[in-house]
Each structure stands twice: as structure tokens, then as C-alpha cells.
């Protein structure tokens, strides 16, 4: 029997075929060369899932830019989402143009620790950003009652695919940290030589620096 628990940071994102509004997918090998986000939602045809829902589809594109897709999930039936997806263009005018998993059974949910015991027999709002290597990057919950910001799901994307490129660090509400602003994080010196080489470099005002171990510089 397979092991359920919560998945970890680094891991590989374990590979099933899932029945979706856009027909028959297997994650991650259909998206081999791409990131994604896998969202779950408590339940269709319910406000704050309808919230959620549409800002995930406005931003689409911006995560398109990013070499990124979106795929929804809940553990109501197919029938029932292709009818939400239907409702929310008919109502607001936006349509969702990503897929949503249709996981009636609960096994994705399950495997993924979507579902907490301690807040009911729904998936919690769980947010996985997986690499284009099919690594999980970043796992987010939140409960039933609270949506999630899409906006920082986009702004952890996009710091972890800079932090890959650059090998810099993303600080606290990058790029509008109060202390640094948009600047990114230097990874810390490993040894006392090179310490004391940043030490000589921030007294010349080679780099900038609060001190050798808090080193930040413009992206580019």
C-alpha cells in the first residue's frame, strides 16, 4: 500500500494520471519542461472558491510568462465542475482557462495531504508550485474560511525561478523590501577568508552591505 503523508520540499512530485476539465492528464510528466501550480479548493459553487478562481484566471497570463500552468483541484465530480466553470463565465464574465482536477474519491487530495481531518472532509486550500523538473518547490495552506492571495502566489514563483537563474536570495516582500528594496540577497561567505574578504570590500564600499554576512545587490 502506498505510503500517505505530507510531502516535503525537494521532493519529486509523485506521478498520477488525473481526469480534468481539459480531459485525461498524468502530473508531472505532461508538463515535463514547465512549472506548474497545483491549487485545491474546498468546493465548487462556493464564494470563496469563486474568488480565487477568477483571480487565478485574470492572472494567467502572467504566469504563462513564466513558463508556468495552473491546474485546479477538488474532490467534487467532473459534471459538477465543468458546471462551476460554466457559471463563472456566464456570471462574471470570466473564463478559466486552466484545468481543474476532478478528484471525487480523494486519492490525489489524500496522497498530496490536501485534506486535514481537523477542518472537515474537503481539501483545504493547498498550493504546490512544482519545477520544470517536477520538483515541489513550495507547498502553502490555508483553511476553508481565509482565500488566498494570488498576487504572492506569483510573487514566490517568480522569486524562486530568480533565485535559480541568479543564485541569489529573495528577501521579505521582494522587490518592495523595506530594508533593501528591490535589491536580492548575496548568499553568506562559507569560511573566515571569505568573511573577511567582504569585510575589506564593504569598508572600500566595494558592495553593499549591512554587514559581511548580509550582502545585497541590484538584480542586474
Not at 491549487?39 to 487565478?56: L, N
Not at 477538488?74 to 478559466?96: L, R
Not at 481543474?100 to 490525489?108: F, N, P
Not at 535559480?164 to 521582494?174: G, I, N, Q, T
Request: hydrophobic share 40%.
Amino acid at each position: 500500500m502506498e505510503e500517505i503523508r505530507m510531502k516535503l520540499l525537494g521532493e519529486k512530485f509523485p506521478s498520477m494520471e488525473v481526469i480534468t476539465t481539459h480531459g485525461t492528464k498524468k502530473l508531472p510528466e505532461d508538463y515535463a519542461g514547465e512549472w506548474f501550480v497545483l491549487f485545491s479548493h474546498p468546493a465548487d459553487f462556493t464564494p470563496v472558491c469563486t474568488t480565487e478562481f477568477v483571480e487565478f484566471a485574470r492572472k494567467a497570463p502572467e504566469f504563462k510568462e513564466l513558463n508556468t500552468e495552473l491546474i485546479g483541484l477538488s474532490v467534487d465530480q467532473i459534471f459538477s465542475h465543468i458546471k462551476w466553470v460554466e457559471w463563472m463565465k456566464e456570471n462574471t464574465g470570466i473564463t478559466i482557462p486552466f484545468p481543474v482536477i476532478a478528484d471525487e474519491l480523494g486519492r490525489v487530495a489524500n496522497q498530496l495531504g490536501m485534506i486535514h481531518p481537523g477542518k472537515g472532509t474537503n481539501t483545504v486550500r493547498a498550493v504546490f508550485i512544482v519545477d520544470d523538473k517536477g520538483i515541489i518547490r513550495l507547498i502553502m495552506y490555508y483553511p476553508q474560511e481565509v482565500g488566498r492571495n494570488v498576487d504572492e502566489i506569483l510573487r514566490a514563483l517568480k522569486a524562486l525561478q530568480i533565485s535559480d537563474k541568479y543564485d541569489v536570495a529573495l528577501p521579505e516582500k521582494w522587490p518592495n523590501n523595506y530594508l533593501i528594496k528591490d535589491h536580492v540577497i548575496v548568499p553568506p561567505s562559507k569560511d573566515e577568508a571569505g568573511a573577511n574578504e567582504r569585510k575589506e570590500k564593504i569598508k572600500a564600499k566595494e558592495i553593499e552591505a549591512f554587514d559581511w554576512w548580509f550582502v545585497h545587490k541590484p538584480l542586474k
